[in-house]
Each structure stands twice: as structure tokens, then as C-alpha cells.
Nanobody
Framework: QVQLVESGGGLVQAGGSLRLSCAAS??????????MGWFRQAPGKERELVAA????????YYADSVKARFTISRDSAKNTVYLQMNSLKPEDTAVYYC????????????????????WGQGTQVTVSS
């Protein structure tokens, strides 16, 4: 079993920044076996993929709505994936979830929620106007 624990959410004014962290752990867990993603879900809306990164960090994906504002990265030494969010907008308000995709094909980035095997509990991000 894999545990994912998000942190770093909070309340910020429009134009501000936040950095989300997701620490991964588990029995016999190997971080390099997982591609990672950040999803978000706003009230009344479907969960959507915001950003994702391959197991080696060489390939990334961003939703059009966050390109040039958000950056995903991973630190294998800390088993942690990050989401740096800059120039935040009120429409970024949502619960943000970290997710892990086990043993994906090389360079493949899963974009659908049901392709991910493990999920964190979520962290609230609220952007005020």
C-alpha cells in the first residue's frame, strides 16, 4: 500500500503563490516506479488533471489553464512531488489531490483519473479576488 500526504494548501490573494507538496511512502515502496499527478476538484465540477510528471522527471504535462503558471517537479531523495503555483486566480480555487500511477510505460503520462492507483486526501486551495 502507498500513502500520499499533501500539504501546502491555504488561502491566498489573486496573483499570489503557493507550493503544494506530496510525500509518498509505503511498505516496499519505490518512488521511481510511479509517475505522479496533481488533480483538482472545485465544487460542482469534475476532477481534472492539472499537471503530471513521469517517473524520471523528464516529461511533464500541464492543463492549458495552468500552463506558464504552475510547475510540477519531483525529488526522488525525498519521495516527494511538488506543485509550484504562481499568479493564482480565483478560478484555481479547489481541493488539490496528489495521485500516483504505478509502472507506466516509459514517457507515458496518464491524464485520466482512473489510470492512477493511489490518491492523497487532498488539500484545499482558496484564491480570493
Amino acid at each position: 500500500q502507498v500513502q500520499l500526504v499533501e500539504s501546502g494548501g491555504g488561502l491566498v490573494q489573486a496573483g499570489g503563490s503557493l507550493r503544494l507538496s506530496c510525500a509518498a511512502s509505503g511498505r516496499s515502496f519505490s518512488f521511481s516506479n510511479y509517475a505522479m499527478g496533481w488533480f483538482r476538484q472545485a465544487p460542482g465540477k469534475e476532477r481534472e488533471l492539472v499537471a503530471a510528471i513521469t517517473w524520471n522527471g523528464l516529461n511533464t504535462y500541464y492543463a492549458d489553464s495552468v500552463k506558464a503558471r504552475f510547475t510540477i517537479s519531483r525529488d526522488s531523495a525525498k519521495n516527494t512531488v511538488y506543485l509550484q503555483m504562481n499568479s493564482l486566480k480565483p478560478e484555481d480555487t479547489a481541493v488539490y489531490y496528489c495521485a500516483a500511477n504505478r509502472n507506466p510505460p516509459p514517457r507515458y503520462i496518464a491524464t485520466m483519473a482512473d489510470e492512477y492507483d493511489y490518491w492523497g486526501q487532498g488539500t484545499q486551495v482558496t484564491v480570493s479576488s
